[in-house]
């Protein structure tokens, strides 16, 4: 199995800054997405200390004993401290947090994802795309106990209420998990700027449709941006193909 993949991150139509943040490890090893939170300078710091805080503790930590999810689960801690010593040093940014979801393929046998509010991950297969995350957001929730159905959660007024994010003293729990994939799934890990606009069949349509993974990820973004581009949009793609 090999890995083709790309990335890209756009402000979108109404705000000026870019406040989302994704890396991608040039051996493919790992992919991260990140949407800040907490006002111009707030946002765009907590989401660059997450991807930079994820990409060092990975890095640095790849060949050590841990298992894949406890490497994970502790660059999602190691992250969120970060963003805590930074509010105690910079008191315009107390109030910044951000959402994360981490791809890891350390083992290519048994893929990991770890996630933490918002931003999603889906898999495609064939024709179906799945979400793999479960957001921890307030009308998520809503929805799970029957509250809300999914139609009326597009429009809520608290649909951007996070539950959990990074960047809190009280976090408990981050979400890690194992992955089902095989060759021929198609990956995509997005910030809620993708979806706020796009329903799931019309993610689907581009991620099948668009055989280059560069043009799908532009297309996504400029669809999004067609239907309002309220926030920023950022996707990062991955591909599994045959060696």
């Known amino acids: 199995m090999k890995l083709n993949f790309t990335g890209s991150s756009d402000p979108g139509l109404i705000r000026s800054n870019n406040q989302d943040a994704y890396y991608i490890d040039p051996e493919g090893r790992f992919f991260v997405v990140a949407d800040g939170m907490g006002g111009h300078a707030g946002g765009e710091e907590a989401s660059r200390i997450a991807t930079q805080e994820i990409q060092a503790y990975l890095v640095a930590n790849w060949e050590t004993p841990k298992s894949s999810p406890e490497l994970l689960e502790q660059a999602l801690w190691a992250a969120n401290e970060a963003i805590l010593l930074d509010q105690q040093t910079h008191a315009e940014r107390a109030d910044m947090g951000t959402t994360a979801v981490v791809v890891l393929f350390r083992s290519p046998e048994q893929p990991w994802c770890g996630h933490i509010g918002d931003s999603r991950l889906y ?44 960047g809190r003293e009280d976090l408990h729990q981050v979400d890690v998990q194992p992955l089902d994939l095989k060759i021929g799934d198609r990956l995509l890990l997005c910030s809620d700027g993708l979806t706020e606009e796009l329903v799931d069949q019309k993610i689907a349509k581009f991620l099948q449709d668009t055989p280059w993974l560069d043009k799908a990820a532009v297309s996504l973004i ?4 067609e239907e309002g581009g309220h926030d920023n949009i950022t996707v990062v793609i991955v591909a599994l193909e045959e060696n």
């Open 123 to 166: 898999r495609l297969r064939e024709s179906q795309l799945q979400q793999i995350t479960e957001d921890h957001t307030w009308v998520a929730r809503a929805i799970k106990i029957g509250d809300i159905t999914p139609d009326e959660a597009r429009n809520h007024p608290f649909r951007h209420v996070l539950s959990r994010c990074l």
């Open 222 to 225: 400029e669809a999004a941006k």
